[in-house]
């Protein structure tokens, strides 16, 4: 059983395009994150919820919406979709109290031509 | 605010030798979190690796272990017995807090990418 799952593993689409991504955790976490790897590698958080509550949105453009339908599910919708959101965004999730870090899913690499 | 820097981008081991791969950050606070995560090909985030703070026993993990200095802000993967298999894009990551809020989340360094040579 995978934990967290994402889908699409890959999503290639035309600028302007809107899209999303869906994730969900089967490990009874409470909180649950996006994360956008760029062309170097480097990892940073867009969001996090908490029991569906939104708790950090780190200065992304507000093309970028989460929607966190129950604890479990954590999905990413992009409107309007330009060159520069082509990355790789990951989906993760945690359990408060427990100090074993993240688990993160699998990945979706998203193109925009 | 709460930095990672990993200041080697790039590293290579002979297979069966060790390696230690060099992480600092920088914070105010007292109580955190330490981790490594490896990211292989496949892209997908492992953790390794966690240390906490309050904790002055290095953690070590089968060939895996850490040189945790508190005082000096560092916190060094060392890696025995390197395999094919530890090549990865190799991250080290700060948590302050597990207990929600704003303050809940990883912040990475930038990545060492670890080849691992036959």
């Known amino acids: 059983d995978t934990a967290v799952s994402q889908t699409p593993k890959y999503l290639v689409t035309q600028m302007g395009n809107d899209k999303s991504i869906k994730c969900e955790q089967n490990?009874?976490?409470?909180?649950m994150y996006w994360y956008k790897q760029d062309s170097k590698k480097f990892l940073k958080i867009m969001f996090s919820y908490n029991n569906k509550e939104l708790i950090i949105n780190e200065t992304v453009p507000n093309r970028f919406s989460p929607k966190s339908p129950d604890k479990a599910h954590l999905n990413l919708h992009i409107n309007s979709l330009e060159l520069g959101d082509s990355a790789v965004y990951f989906c993760?999730?945690?359990?408060?109290?427990?100090?074993?870090?993240?688990?993160f899913g699998s990945g979706t690499r998203l193109t925009v031509v | 605010a709460q930095t990672v820097t990993q200041s080697q981008p790039e590293m290579s081991v002979q297979e069966a030798e060790t390696v230690t791969l060099s992480c600092t950050y920088d914070?105010?606070?007292?109580?955190?979190?330490l981790f490594w995560y490896k990211q292989p090909p496949s892209r997908q985030m492992i953790l390794v690796i966690r240390q906490e703070a309050y904790k002055q026993q290095n953690a070590t993990e089968n060939r895996f272990s850490v040189n945790f200095q508190k005082a000096a802000k560092s916190f060094s993967l060392k890696i025995s017995d390197s395999q094919l298999g530890d090549a990865a894009m190799y991250f080290c990551?700060?948590?302050?807090?597990?207990?929600?809020?704003?303050?809940?989340?990883?912040?990475f360094g930038t990545g060492t990418l670890l080849a691992v040579q036959p």
């Open positions: 490990l009874g976490h409470d909180t």
């Open positions: 993760a999730s945690s359990r408060e109290g427990e100090g074993y870090g993240y688990t």
């Open positions: 914070t105010s606070e007292s109580d955190y979190y």
């Open positions: 990551a700060y948590r302050i807090s597990f207990y929600g809020g704003a303050t809940n989340k990883l912040i």
